[in-house]
Every structure is written in C-alpha cells, then in structure tokens.
C-alpha cells in the first residue's frame, strides 16, 4: 500500500474510533420505536410493520400470507412488535441481521429442519444467533414486482445474502460472480468490463450496443449501454440474479437477465456507525489497502415515530499492480484506485408514504491495462505506452412508494452521468509509439411507476409504465507522439416509452399459472462525430431517425408435485434497439435484435427425507438479428448485425446441509451456442478482417486458426461460437458456522472452474481463453460490534487467462492474456457503534 492510501486510512479509522462513545449513546438512547400498524391479512399489514420498524422482512412459506396478525400500537421495541404482531397467528419472527427478519411458521407447523435456501441453492449460514436458527421455508422474489413467492416462482433466481457477499470477499461485481456460475463478465478492467448470464453475450467491447444483462439498484436501473460501473457493494441487503429475459418487466437489455442489488434503507430510531479497514499483500505484486465507513442518522424525534434518517456510506480503496511493462523498465504498473460513496436521505411524512432521495458517485482510477503478452510469464507485456482509464458515475435518484390498502404504488426516478475515458495502444512497433484515445459519454433519464399486489389469496399483479431516455456519445483520437488525429465517432439517442403487465394466479392450490406483456416503443436518433464533411453528406441517410414498436409476452406455469418438489415450464422473451455504429471513417446503422427462450426445470427440497435442495433447468434460446461489436478490416471496433443464433443450456445446483453448522454447496452451467445464419454485412467484414491479419502477420507465419469466411450463409464453421461465455463452469463452496460463547466463528472455502471460450468472432478475435481454476479460503472470528477476518485467495497461485484482449488496436504473433490476481493475503477489521 502507498504512504498515501495508508495515511488516509489511519486517519479515517481514527477519526471513526474517536466519535464512537457519542454513537453508542445514541444507539442506547434510542432503542424503541413508535409503531401504529392495523391488524388483519399478514400480507397487507406487512409493509407497515417493516417500515415502522425499519426493517426487511421475508416470508417463509406461501401459506403464511394470508394469516392473521395483531394491530400493534405504542412505543417498544422491534422484537416486541414482531411478537405482538404475530401472536396466535402460527408463526414468528427470527433475526437474520440487524436490518432483517424472516417469518417461519410456529413450532407447532413447523416441519423437519433442512437447509435454509439461496432461492436455486442453499445460503451460507448468517453469522452469530442466526447460524444455529431455524431453517426457512421459501422467501419472496422481490424482482418479480409483484413479491412473488419463490414456490411460486417458474424460472431461475439467485438470492446472495449479504453477510455471504462480504464475508472476506472482494466488493465488487466480482463477489456476486463467485456465487453464481451462471454469471460471466469480460476483464478489460474494473468500470470497463461487460456482464453476461446464461450465454447471452454478444461481443468482447463496450459499443453502442446496449447491454444484455439489467442491472439495477434497487428499483432504478444503472446503465444502458456503458460498461458494468462494478460500483463497491458495502450496505446492502442482498442481491438478486434472475436468469432469462427479462423484457416484460424490466424492458430493453435484458436479454440475459437482471442483477438487483438491494441497499439497505434508512433506519428512523437508531443510530449507528461502522468501519472496514483491511490490508492485502499479492505475491508477485504490491500490496493494497481498503477503508469504508457506514451511519445511518435518525433525523427526527424518536417520540414522533415518523423515522426521517440518512443512509451514508464512503469508501476508499488502492488495489496494488502486479503487471510488469519490460519495454518501459516499469514494475507493477497497474494499480487501480478507487473512491466513491451513496447516500439515501428517507422522509415520512405518513405511516404510508416514503420518499427516499439518494446519490451515488464513484470514481475509478486505473495506472495502467491489465494484461500481459502471452507465451511470456503471463505477467508482463512489452508496451511503449501506458493505457490507462478512468471512469466516472454519478446517480441522483427519488424513489416514491405509497400504501393504498392491498395495493403499493411506487414511482421511481433516477439521472445518471457515466463518463469512461480509455487509452489503448496502436503501435505498429515499439519504435513508433502511438495511441488510440477514447472517450465515452453517457447521460441517461430513467422512470417508472407501477402499481402491485403482492401475492396472496391466490393473486399477485401489476401494472406499470416506464421511459428511459439515454444519449450515449463516443470519441476517439489517435496520438502520435506531438500528432493527434480526429477519428470518427458516433452519438446515439434512444427515447423509450413502455407499458406493462404480469399477473400470477394459482389455477389450484398445486398449479400456477403466470403471463404478461409489454409494449414497447422506441425512438432512435444517431450522428457522426468529427466527420469531414464529403463523408458526411454521404452518411446523411444514415443519420436518420427512426422509431421501432416491440410486443415481448411472457407465460410460465408450475406444478407443486409434492412437498418440495417443484417443476416448471416458463416462455420469455427479449429486445435491444438498433443503433448507428462507426465503421473507421463512416457511420453504419444496426438494427435491434430478439431472443426469446423455453426453459423448463425442476425443484427439489428434502431430497430422499434429507437436509438437501437441489435443482436442474434446460433453456433453449433462439437469437435473431445478433449485435455484436468486432474489429472491422481496418482495425476499428465497430458493430454490426452478424446473423441468427441458438443458445442452449443445463444448469444444475446441489446444496446439503451435513449438520447444523457445516454446509456444502455445488453448481454448474453447461452451455452449446453457434451462430447458424451470418448475414452478408458480416461476412464481408470478416473476410476484410481476415485479408488484414493475414498480411499483418510475419512472413512465413501462418494463420493458427482458419479464418471463419463463408460461401454459403447457412453453413458457419465450428468457430463461429457465441463469444466470451465458457462451453461450461463448476462453482463448489463449504462453509462452516458455530458460535463459542458471545463470539462466533465462521470458515468459508470455495472454488470455480471455468471452461474453455473464444474471445470473439473472427481471425483476429477467436483466440481461446479461461479454462482455469480460481477459489480461495476465508475465517472470520467476532460478533456485530467487532471482528477480524483472515483470506487468501488464488491459493494455488495459478495465471490463467481470463480475458485474451489487451488492446483491439495491435496486432501481435503472441497475442494477449489476461491473468488472474496471484496469490493474496488481506486481514480486515470490523467495528460497529
């Protein structure tokens, strides 16, 4: 860690152990809460009491929805509320974390411990009281929008707790993908990278592609077509990855899927305060260092029970280099530098209406790229240059939800400004140093109101409409030593307007029927940037706007054989509109393109009388119109319709718990995916590509890998896979979880292979890569109020190769890898008042 990183956190934490006295007063201080919550159906009453309370709740069992509960009136404490609230009702509440609670039914309905569920695969046990508590039946699947139950639930979810997510792991995009295998991401660098899920990946770059994976804070979506912001994920409650299209319910982008990460929200009556400092040494690198503080302020005076508070967290990180650039004499070149922060102010101004008005901002520093020459030690590359980035996101959102009786209405509003600028090398040799300067430019409007019922009484809807404007901008120079060059860029604006609806009814008591549909029409202006001006009277036609309606439906059905078991039958649909591209020195139009997708599966819990859930699912996906971004014959990335495609894949996962404290986790995704129709534009541009590299290479080298150029449109080679996704993964973890005295001990080991991928479509891109094992091993020892935790990952030390492009503007013999981090020791402590 630099003097720098290590100065600012001494300091931070110092400041923090300094204000801790004043916290733990007013936490003591405040340990009731004023609530007013009418009795009735445990589905309409359920809202308040969280909200009251400041709490999350999830429900365990679909029967429990329509018991009755309490009215709870008076100044107590939120344990005693939740008893009152529940009592005779036939079930109880127990304690999760801080923040959260789950509903199981009452001893006397209780049925045979098993293995508490991750939604597709059994949860890592919470830390301290809750690692021996009583396990759960089912929880609600929040992005449905409608709390559907996940027993009732036909498709593919995966519900990360959050002390799982934090538990001695990195706190980015990369913990969420060492819990799923179904997740897959390119590895340009952190705010650079593109996400998959379940094969639905298009191309190795950031273009005026929009994404095929939602991601979404909460209910606000944060990207459109920029790269995954990897935005540090303290303070949340848990994340949600739900697999296949997602287009009636969350619209365009997301052809994949959704990842829903979930903050934790404001508490109105207590106070607090906590800190995370850790320090990590990698083998082969420099060491790195990381701090982050969380409060949360009650504004408002405890005897009123209105629950005003901010929500903040700030977080400050140095993650060490371990690249060598041999060409500059330079060690250890890319370090990343990262700040940023959210904060949520929450009002209440009735016991039925919130209003949350929050921001998040990050910034993202990398030195220099992260990748080395491959055929070397997989640890340096010879570079004239150094490539660095940086990345900006900003938020400012409000979010607005009401109770109206059965029903909530919620409307929610977001701004985002997401700057990345990029610097690649383009040198011919290393004599002639020369850059390829980018800059992207993305502003997006974002809002949606819905209304819903949450699922009980065999019903669950709801209606909704939405807009997103988003204005995405690229430019590019390139850079000769004192030279600096215009090239052509291209500015993209998208208005869409949709409507939408999904309703949930259960047919019979073992059969549940779900469909919806979603109307979605788009308006879509494009331009060049720095054009000269013949090649841009000659681009004006492709300047045009023009508008696109889309219709995506939906259906699902699911069968509740028997307890436990569960199969289901689901039909979905997907979209991203089409765009302009930049083809060197012009402007190309692509149009939008559809997946749709059949997949059925079946669920198991208590397999064979035992403390075991499993799971296995099939999806068969059909890809048409497929827009993917690929280096064109001049060098250039550009973007193009390449043609139609299939996708299919297994995935299956298998959780057991052994005892109470030992729980043993397995899962895996197989995919098969080709494009079996090219379009002509495609093939032409592939045969260009081909011609380039062929006459790049040295002489008396030849092409390794014959270059995929077609006669005949219907008949693609083996190369022309679907890009960057692996043809299979294996993910297996083991944690155990007990608690000695007033402290608990938790050890969490896991490990991943990933298959074999091409890094794109092409000569030039169908390099291979992955193929590799990564894992690590983690213990932590302490309770809520304090704890260390020791991890070291890539145990093994393996290199790998996790992505095989460093930069598309250099043409190279070798070629590119990118390694996974070696070898590293971090040590955190853990402080909360």
Not at 398 to 422: A, K, P, W
Not at 669 to 693: F, K
């Amino acid at each position: 860690m630099d003097v720098v990183a290590l100065t600012i956190t001494f300091r931070l934490a110092a400041t923090i152990m300094l204000m801790s006295p004043l916290a733990a007063g007013t936490l003591f201080a405040q340990e009731t809460r004023q609530f007013q919550v009418e009795g009735g159906p445990l589905s309409t009453s359920i809202s308040s009491i969280s909200r009251q309370a400041a709490i999350s709740i999830s429900v365990t069992d679909a029967r429990l929805w329509s018991l009755s509960v309490r009215p709870v009136s008076g100044k107590m404490s939120v344990e005693q509320a939740l008893r009152k609230w529940l009592q005779g009702s036939g079930a109880r509440a127990i304690r999760v974390t801080s923040t959260s609670w789950r509903i199981i039914p009452a001893p006397t309905m209780a049925r045979r411990p098993h293995p508490p569920r991750r939604m597709t695969n059994a949860s890592d046990a919470p830390r301290h009281d809750a690692a021996i508590a009583p396990p759960v039946e089912d929880i609600v699947v929040t992005g449905t929008k409608a709390q559907i139950p996940y027993s009732h639930f036909a498709g593919t979810a995966t519900l990360i707790d959050a002390d799982d997510m934090e538990f001695g792991q990195e706190r980015g995009m990369d913990a969420i993908m060492r819990h799923t295998a179904s997740l897959s991401s390119t590895h340009f660098g952190s705010g650079r990278n593109k996400l998959f899920i379940r094969g639905i990946a298009d191309s190795s770059f950031t273009g005026p592609t929009q994404s095929t994976v939602g991601q979404y804070l909460g209910d606000l979506r944060l990207s459109y077509n920029a790269p995954d912001p990897d935005l540090r994920l303290y303070d949340l409650d848990g994340v949600e990855v739900i697999e296949g299209p997602q287009g009636t319910l969350y619209g365009a982008g997301s052809m994949g899927g959704i990842i829903r990460m979930v903050p934790r929200a404001p508490d109105g009556d207590a106070m607090e305060i906590r800190a995370i400092a850790g320090g990590s040494i990698t083998q082969h690198g420099k060491p790195s260092g990381d701090i982050a503080a969380i409060t949360n302020i009650p504004l408002s005076d405890p005897n009123t029970g209105q629950g005003h508070a901010l929500r903040a967290v700030g977080y400050m990180m140095s993650e060490g280099g371990y690249i060598d650039n041999d060409l500059l004499g330079q060690r250890d070149v890319n370090r990343t530098h990262i700040r940023g922060g959210r904060a949520t102010l929450r009002l209440v101004p009735s016991d039925r209406l919130l209003v949350d008005i929050g921001g998040i901002y990050q910034h993202i520093r990398a030195d220099d790229a992260q990748y080395a020459d491959r055929g070397t030690n997989l640890l340096s590359r010879s570079s004239p240059i150094t490539q660095g980035s940086n990345a900006h996101y900003a938020m400012a959102n409000l979010v607005l939800s009401r109770e109206m009786g059965d029903y909530e209405l919620r409307s929610s509003h977001g701004y985002v400004q997401h700057d990345l600028d990029e610097r690649f090398d383009a040198s011919e040799d290393s004599q002639s140093p020369k850059a390829l300067n980018q800059w992207n430019r993305t502003r997006m409007w974002v809002s949606e109101t819905r209304l819903s019922r949450p699922f009980y009484d065999n019903l669950g809807w709801v209606i909704g409409a939405s807009f997103i404007h988003n204005q995405a901008r690229q430019q590019r120079e390139t850079e000769s030593r004192s030279l600096r060059v215009p090239v052509t860029g291209v500015r993209n604006d998208v208005n869409e307007w949709t409507a939408f609806g999904n309703v949930t009814y259960a047919i019979t008591p073992d059969l549940v029927a779900s469909g919806g549909l979603r109307l979605s029409h788009s308006k879509l202006n494009g331009s060049g940037e720095d054009i000269t001006q013949p090649e841009s009277t000659a681009s004006r036609a492709m300047t045009a706007s023009r508008t696109e309606t889309d219709l995506l439906p939906t259906a699902s059905l699911i069968h509740i054989m028997g307890p436990g078991l569960r199969v289901y039958i689901s039909y979905a649909q997907g979209f991203r509109p089409g765009g302009l591209a930049i083809d060197r020195s012009s402007v190309r139009r692509f149009r939008h393109d559809r997946v749709e997708t059949w997949e059925a599966g079946v669920r198991f819990g208590d397999l064979l009388m035992r403390p075991i859930d499993a799971s296995l699912s099939i999806s068969h996906n059909r890809w048409r119109d497929i827009q993917a971004d690929f280096i064109d014959g001049n060098g250039f990335p550009t973007t193009a319709n390449i043609g139609n495609g299939r996708i299919t894949s297994l995935s299956a996962s298998l959780a057991v718990r052994a005892t109470p404290q030992l729980t043993m986790e397995l899962s895996g995704i197989y995919n098969h995916s080709r494009v079996d129709t090219l379009s002509p534009e495609a093939n032409g541009l592939l045969v260009q590509m081909a011609e380039r590299h062929a006459q790049s290479l040295p002489l008396g080298v030849a092409l390794t890998t014959p270059p995929p150029i077609f006669t005949d449109n219907s008949q693609p080679t083996d190369t022309m896979r679907i890009p960057n996704v692996a043809s299979h993964s294996l993910r297996a973890a083991v944690t155990y979880a007990t608690n000695m005295g007033d402290q608990d001990l938790r050890f969490n080991g896991w490990a991943q292979y990933v298959g074999p991928s091409h890094l794109g479509v092409g000569p030039v891109l169908g390099q291979k890569q992955g193929n590799y094992v990564d894992g690590g091993v983690a213990m932590r020892y302490g309770n809520e109020k304090r704890a260390f935790t020791v991890t070291l990952t890539n145990p093994l030390d393996a290199r790998g190769n996790r992505f095989a492009l460093g930069t598309p503007f250099r043409d190279t013999d070798r070629g590119f890898v990118t390694p996974l981090r070696p070898r590293t020791l971090r040590i955190s402590v853990e402080m909360a008042y």
